[in-house]
């Protein structure tokens, strides 16, 4: 089990320290508004009401010996700064940064933020690419360069072999696991012959995955 600390509990910080606690992980949920602290104290590991920006009341609460730290507040640009600081200065662990924008993530990126996320950008990235293709199940954009996709094997690869495809040398991507009925199939080597009905995990920069959404 691992210790979060949600600070901040708008709309994202609260669902996230919910779906964290239903996982089985330790959560302490910290807001300054005590309505969006009651409304997530019977479903987390600990609720405080608390002005998270002081550096006295994040080491009183313990916040920086949490394994990870999302800061989650991302329209404000001065408190998301002051309490990532604060947090740096005590040593904590792993800090992940709600932003607002572009420039608010450049800005927590060069003060340390560990990983600095765009939940909004993030969402839409992600469904624009699944509406805009009947073939794709599931995307995750890992970097400007880089994502995974799930999609439903192209019919030019079912009843053949990765080692017959020659995917990695052929298209530049990766299979990183294989969805077939219930099971999730991550053993994944030159031999595993791709059936009717699978659905691909691939990994790859995503100008080399694009050709291969397109496949029927």
């Known amino acids: 089990m691992k210790s979060f600390a949600v600070l901040g509990l708008g709309r994202f910080g609260s669902e996230l320290a919910i779906q964290l606690s239903r996982q089985g992980e330790d959560v302490i949920a910290v807001d300054r508004d005590r309505k969006c602290v009651d409304a997530v104290a019977d479903e987390v590991t600990r609720a405080v009401t608390a ?6 009341v994040l080491e009183e609460l313990g916040i920086n010996t949490c394994d990870v ?23 904590t662990p792993r800090i992940i940064c709600k932003a607002y924008d572009d420039m608010y993530k450049d800005v927590l990126l060069r003060l340390g933020a560990d990983e600095v996320i765009l939940p909004e950008s ?4 992600k469904l624009s690419a699944r509406l805009a293709s009947s073939h794709l199940r599931d995307y995750l954009k890992l970097s400007d360069d880089t994502a995974i996709q799930e999609r439903n094997t192209p019919s030019a690869w079912c009843g053949k072999t ?19 009925d219930a099971e999730t199939i991550i053993s994944i080597d030159a031999d595993t012959q791709l059936l009717e009905g699978d659905i691909v995990v691939l990994l790859g920069n995503i100008t080399d995955l694009e050709p291969v959404l397109k496949m029927p």
């Open 51 to 56: 002005n998270f920006r002081e550096q006295d």
């Open 69 to 91: 730290v999302i800061l989650s507040v991302g329209s404000d640009l001065a408190l998301s700064v002051v309490t990532l600081m604060n947090l740096k200065a005590l040593g």
């Open 122 to 125: 993030e969402v839409a990235d």
């Open 162 to 180: 990765i080692g017959e495809l020659k995917i990695r040398n052929r298209y530049k991507i990766n299979v990183i696991a294989l969805r077939r």
